[in-house]
Protein backbone atom coordinates (compact mmCIF):
# COMPACT_ATOMS: atom_id res chain seq x y z
CA UNK A 1 0.00 0.00 0.00
CA UNK A 2 1.81 3.28 -1.30
CA UNK A 3 1.21 5.96 1.60
CA UNK A 4 3.71 9.10 2.00
CA UNK A 5 3.17 11.15 5.18
CA UNK A 6 5.00 14.57 5.65
CA UNK A 7 6.28 16.24 8.75
CA UNK A 8 8.49 19.11 9.93
CA UNK A 9 5.73 22.14 9.49
CA UNK A 10 5.01 24.63 11.73
CA UNK A 11 5.04 28.56 12.97
CA UNK A 12 8.27 30.44 11.74
CA UNK A 13 9.10 34.02 11.83
CA UNK A 14 9.85 35.74 8.48
CA UNK A 15 13.46 34.69 7.05
CA UNK A 16 13.72 31.63 8.80
CA UNK A 17 13.45 28.19 8.10
CA UNK A 18 11.93 24.63 7.90
CA UNK A 19 12.78 21.46 6.28
CA UNK A 20 9.82 19.23 5.49
CA UNK A 21 10.05 15.29 5.16
CA UNK A 22 8.19 13.29 3.10
CA UNK A 23 8.41 9.61 4.27
CA UNK A 24 7.02 7.15 1.35
CA UNK A 25 6.49 3.34 2.06
CA UNK A 26 4.97 0.55 -0.04
CA UNK A 27 6.93 1.98 -2.98
CA UNK A 28 11.03 2.64 -3.63
CA UNK A 29 11.50 6.21 -4.77
CA UNK A 30 13.80 5.48 -7.98
CA UNK A 31 10.33 4.71 -10.07
CA UNK A 32 8.61 7.93 -8.81
CA UNK A 33 8.41 11.06 -9.67
CA UNK A 34 8.02 13.05 -6.28
CA UNK A 35 6.43 16.62 -5.88
CA UNK A 36 5.73 19.24 -3.42
CA UNK A 37 2.71 21.27 -3.60
CA UNK A 38 0.83 23.68 -1.38
CA UNK A 39 -1.96 25.34 -0.83
CA UNK A 40 -2.85 28.31 0.70
CA UNK A 41 -6.66 29.59 1.89
CA UNK A 42 -8.36 30.09 -0.88
CA UNK A 43 -6.29 29.62 -3.54
CA UNK A 44 -5.98 26.31 -6.03
CA UNK A 45 -2.95 24.07 -4.93
CA UNK A 46 0.11 24.84 -6.80
CA UNK A 47 3.61 22.87 -7.64
CA UNK A 48 6.39 23.94 -5.28
CA UNK A 49 9.50 21.66 -6.95
CA UNK A 50 9.53 18.18 -7.83
CA UNK A 51 12.26 15.34 -8.11
CA UNK A 52 13.27 12.72 -10.46
CA UNK A 53 16.15 10.72 -10.90
CA UNK A 54 18.13 13.48 -9.37
CA UNK A 55 16.88 16.45 -11.56
CA UNK A 56 14.65 18.84 -9.61
CA UNK A 57 12.65 21.51 -10.54
CA UNK A 58 11.19 24.18 -8.91
CA UNK A 59 8.32 27.02 -9.17
CA UNK A 60 10.09 30.26 -9.97
CA UNK A 61 8.27 31.79 -6.42
CA UNK A 62 10.90 29.62 -4.73
CA UNK A 63 13.55 29.14 -6.54
CA UNK A 64 17.03 30.23 -4.40
CA UNK A 65 15.39 29.76 -1.25
CA UNK A 66 13.95 26.38 -1.50
CA UNK A 67 15.60 22.98 -2.28
CA UNK A 68 14.42 19.35 -2.58
CA UNK A 69 16.58 16.22 -2.00
CA UNK A 70 16.05 12.39 -1.03
CA UNK A 71 17.57 9.96 0.88
CA UNK A 72 16.91 6.63 -1.37
CA UNK A 73 18.15 4.74 1.58
CA UNK A 74 15.72 5.99 4.38
CA UNK A 75 12.80 6.46 1.33
CA UNK A 76 12.17 9.85 2.00
CA UNK A 77 12.36 13.41 0.14
CA UNK A 78 12.91 16.31 2.19
CA UNK A 79 12.03 20.12 1.10
CA UNK A 80 14.11 22.61 2.47
CA UNK A 81 12.58 26.25 2.89
CA UNK A 82 14.91 29.04 4.01
CA UNK A 83 14.18 33.18 3.78
CA UNK A 84 10.47 31.97 4.60
CA UNK A 85 8.24 34.88 3.90
CA UNK A 86 4.30 35.23 4.72
CA UNK A 87 3.10 34.66 1.33
CA UNK A 88 5.13 30.94 1.69
CA UNK A 89 2.22 30.22 4.46
CA UNK A 90 0.03 27.01 3.51
CA UNK A 91 -0.55 23.72 3.41
CA UNK A 92 2.16 21.52 2.04
CA UNK A 93 1.72 18.16 0.39
CA UNK A 94 4.05 15.90 -0.74
CA UNK A 95 2.74 13.26 -4.28
CA UNK A 96 3.85 10.66 -6.01
CA UNK A 97 3.35 9.79 -9.55
CA UNK A 98 4.80 6.91 -11.19
CA UNK A 99 7.16 6.86 -13.76
CA UNK A 100 7.83 10.18 -16.23
CA UNK A 101 5.95 13.36 -17.40
CA UNK A 102 6.69 14.25 -20.57
CA UNK A 103 7.18 17.83 -20.15
CA UNK A 104 8.57 20.30 -16.65
CA UNK A 105 4.61 21.86 -17.30
CA UNK A 106 2.77 18.89 -16.71
CA UNK A 107 4.71 18.01 -13.74
CA UNK A 108 4.68 21.00 -11.87
CA UNK A 109 0.60 20.26 -11.94
CA UNK A 110 -1.53 18.65 -8.96
CA UNK A 111 -3.39 16.17 -11.60
CA UNK A 112 -1.08 14.32 -12.79
CA UNK A 113 0.24 12.64 -9.40
CA UNK A 114 -1.71 9.68 -7.94
CA UNK A 115 -0.44 9.55 -4.50
CA UNK A 116 -1.06 12.61 -1.78
CA UNK A 117 0.22 12.93 2.16
CA UNK A 118 -2.13 14.12 4.02
CA UNK A 119 -0.14 17.48 4.34
CA UNK A 120 1.70 19.37 6.58
CA UNK A 121 0.87 23.40 7.91
CA UNK A 122 3.57 25.90 7.37
CA UNK A 123 2.72 29.65 9.20
CA UNK A 124 5.30 32.13 8.39
CA UNK A 125 4.27 34.74 10.96
CA UNK A 126 5.54 37.31 12.97
Known amino acids: QVQLVESGGGLVQPGGSLRLSCAAS????????IGWFRQAPGKEREGVSC??????YYADSVKGRFTISRDNAKNTVYLQMNSLKPEDTAVYYC?????????????????????WGQGTQVTVSS
Open 95 to 115: AAHRGVFSNILTMMRPDGYEY
Open 51 to 56: IRSGLT
Open 26 to 33: GFTLDYYT
